[in-house]
């Protein structure tokens, strides 16, 4: 992490990370109505993960660039609140929920029924949906790109 932080991150706001970024994004978005298709295909919960390490890597690299100006950004403050909102409904999603279960399942407690069907449950629906607004990061990175 000291590493990461002493570092010159100065090469995140070049054409090749903005580009490939924007590549992950397409492809996250194809990948996203390709599920919807093919839902039960044995892969998609690894590319998932793939995916969300790619992205909370560029949050990452971004907040060690900015610090905690990356928040209030001058003309990108609303589009890094939106990244991080997704990426972190995605660490909940994937990774802190079934880790809770497994901790859960270890030490032989019961879920009621209210938490599987209430309003928990619909909260997690609504952040699977978020994931839906990461096409709207393209916005970000298109504007980016230099006019010919």
Avoid: C, T
């Avoid at 090749?16 to 590549?23: A, N």
């Avoid at 994004?25 to 590319?47: K, Q, R």
């Amino acid at each position: 992490v000291r590493m990461l932080l002493n570092s010159d991150l100065s090469w995140i706001e070049g054409m090749v990370f903005q580009f490939v970024i924007m590549g992950m994004i397409a492809f996250n978005s194809i990948l996203m109505g390709m599920e919807a298709d093919w839902p039960d295909f044995f892969l998609w919960f690894y590319v998932e993960q793939v995916l969300l390490v790619v992205f909370s890597f560029e949050i990452l690299v971004r907040l060690g660039r900015w610090g905690w100006g990356f928040f209030s950004h001058p003309s990108d403050w609303a589009w890094n609140w939106l990244d991080s909102f997704i990426v972190a409904g995605g660490i909940f999603d994937q990774w802190f929920m079934p880790a809770y279960s497994i901790a859960k399942d270890i030490l032989g407690v019961q879920a009621s029924k209210e938490s599987e069907d209430g309003s928990f449950g619909q909260f997690m629906k609504m952040l699977r949906m978020a994931r839906l607004l990461r096409i709207l990061r393209l916005g970000r990175l298109v504007k980016s790109i230099p006019q010919l």
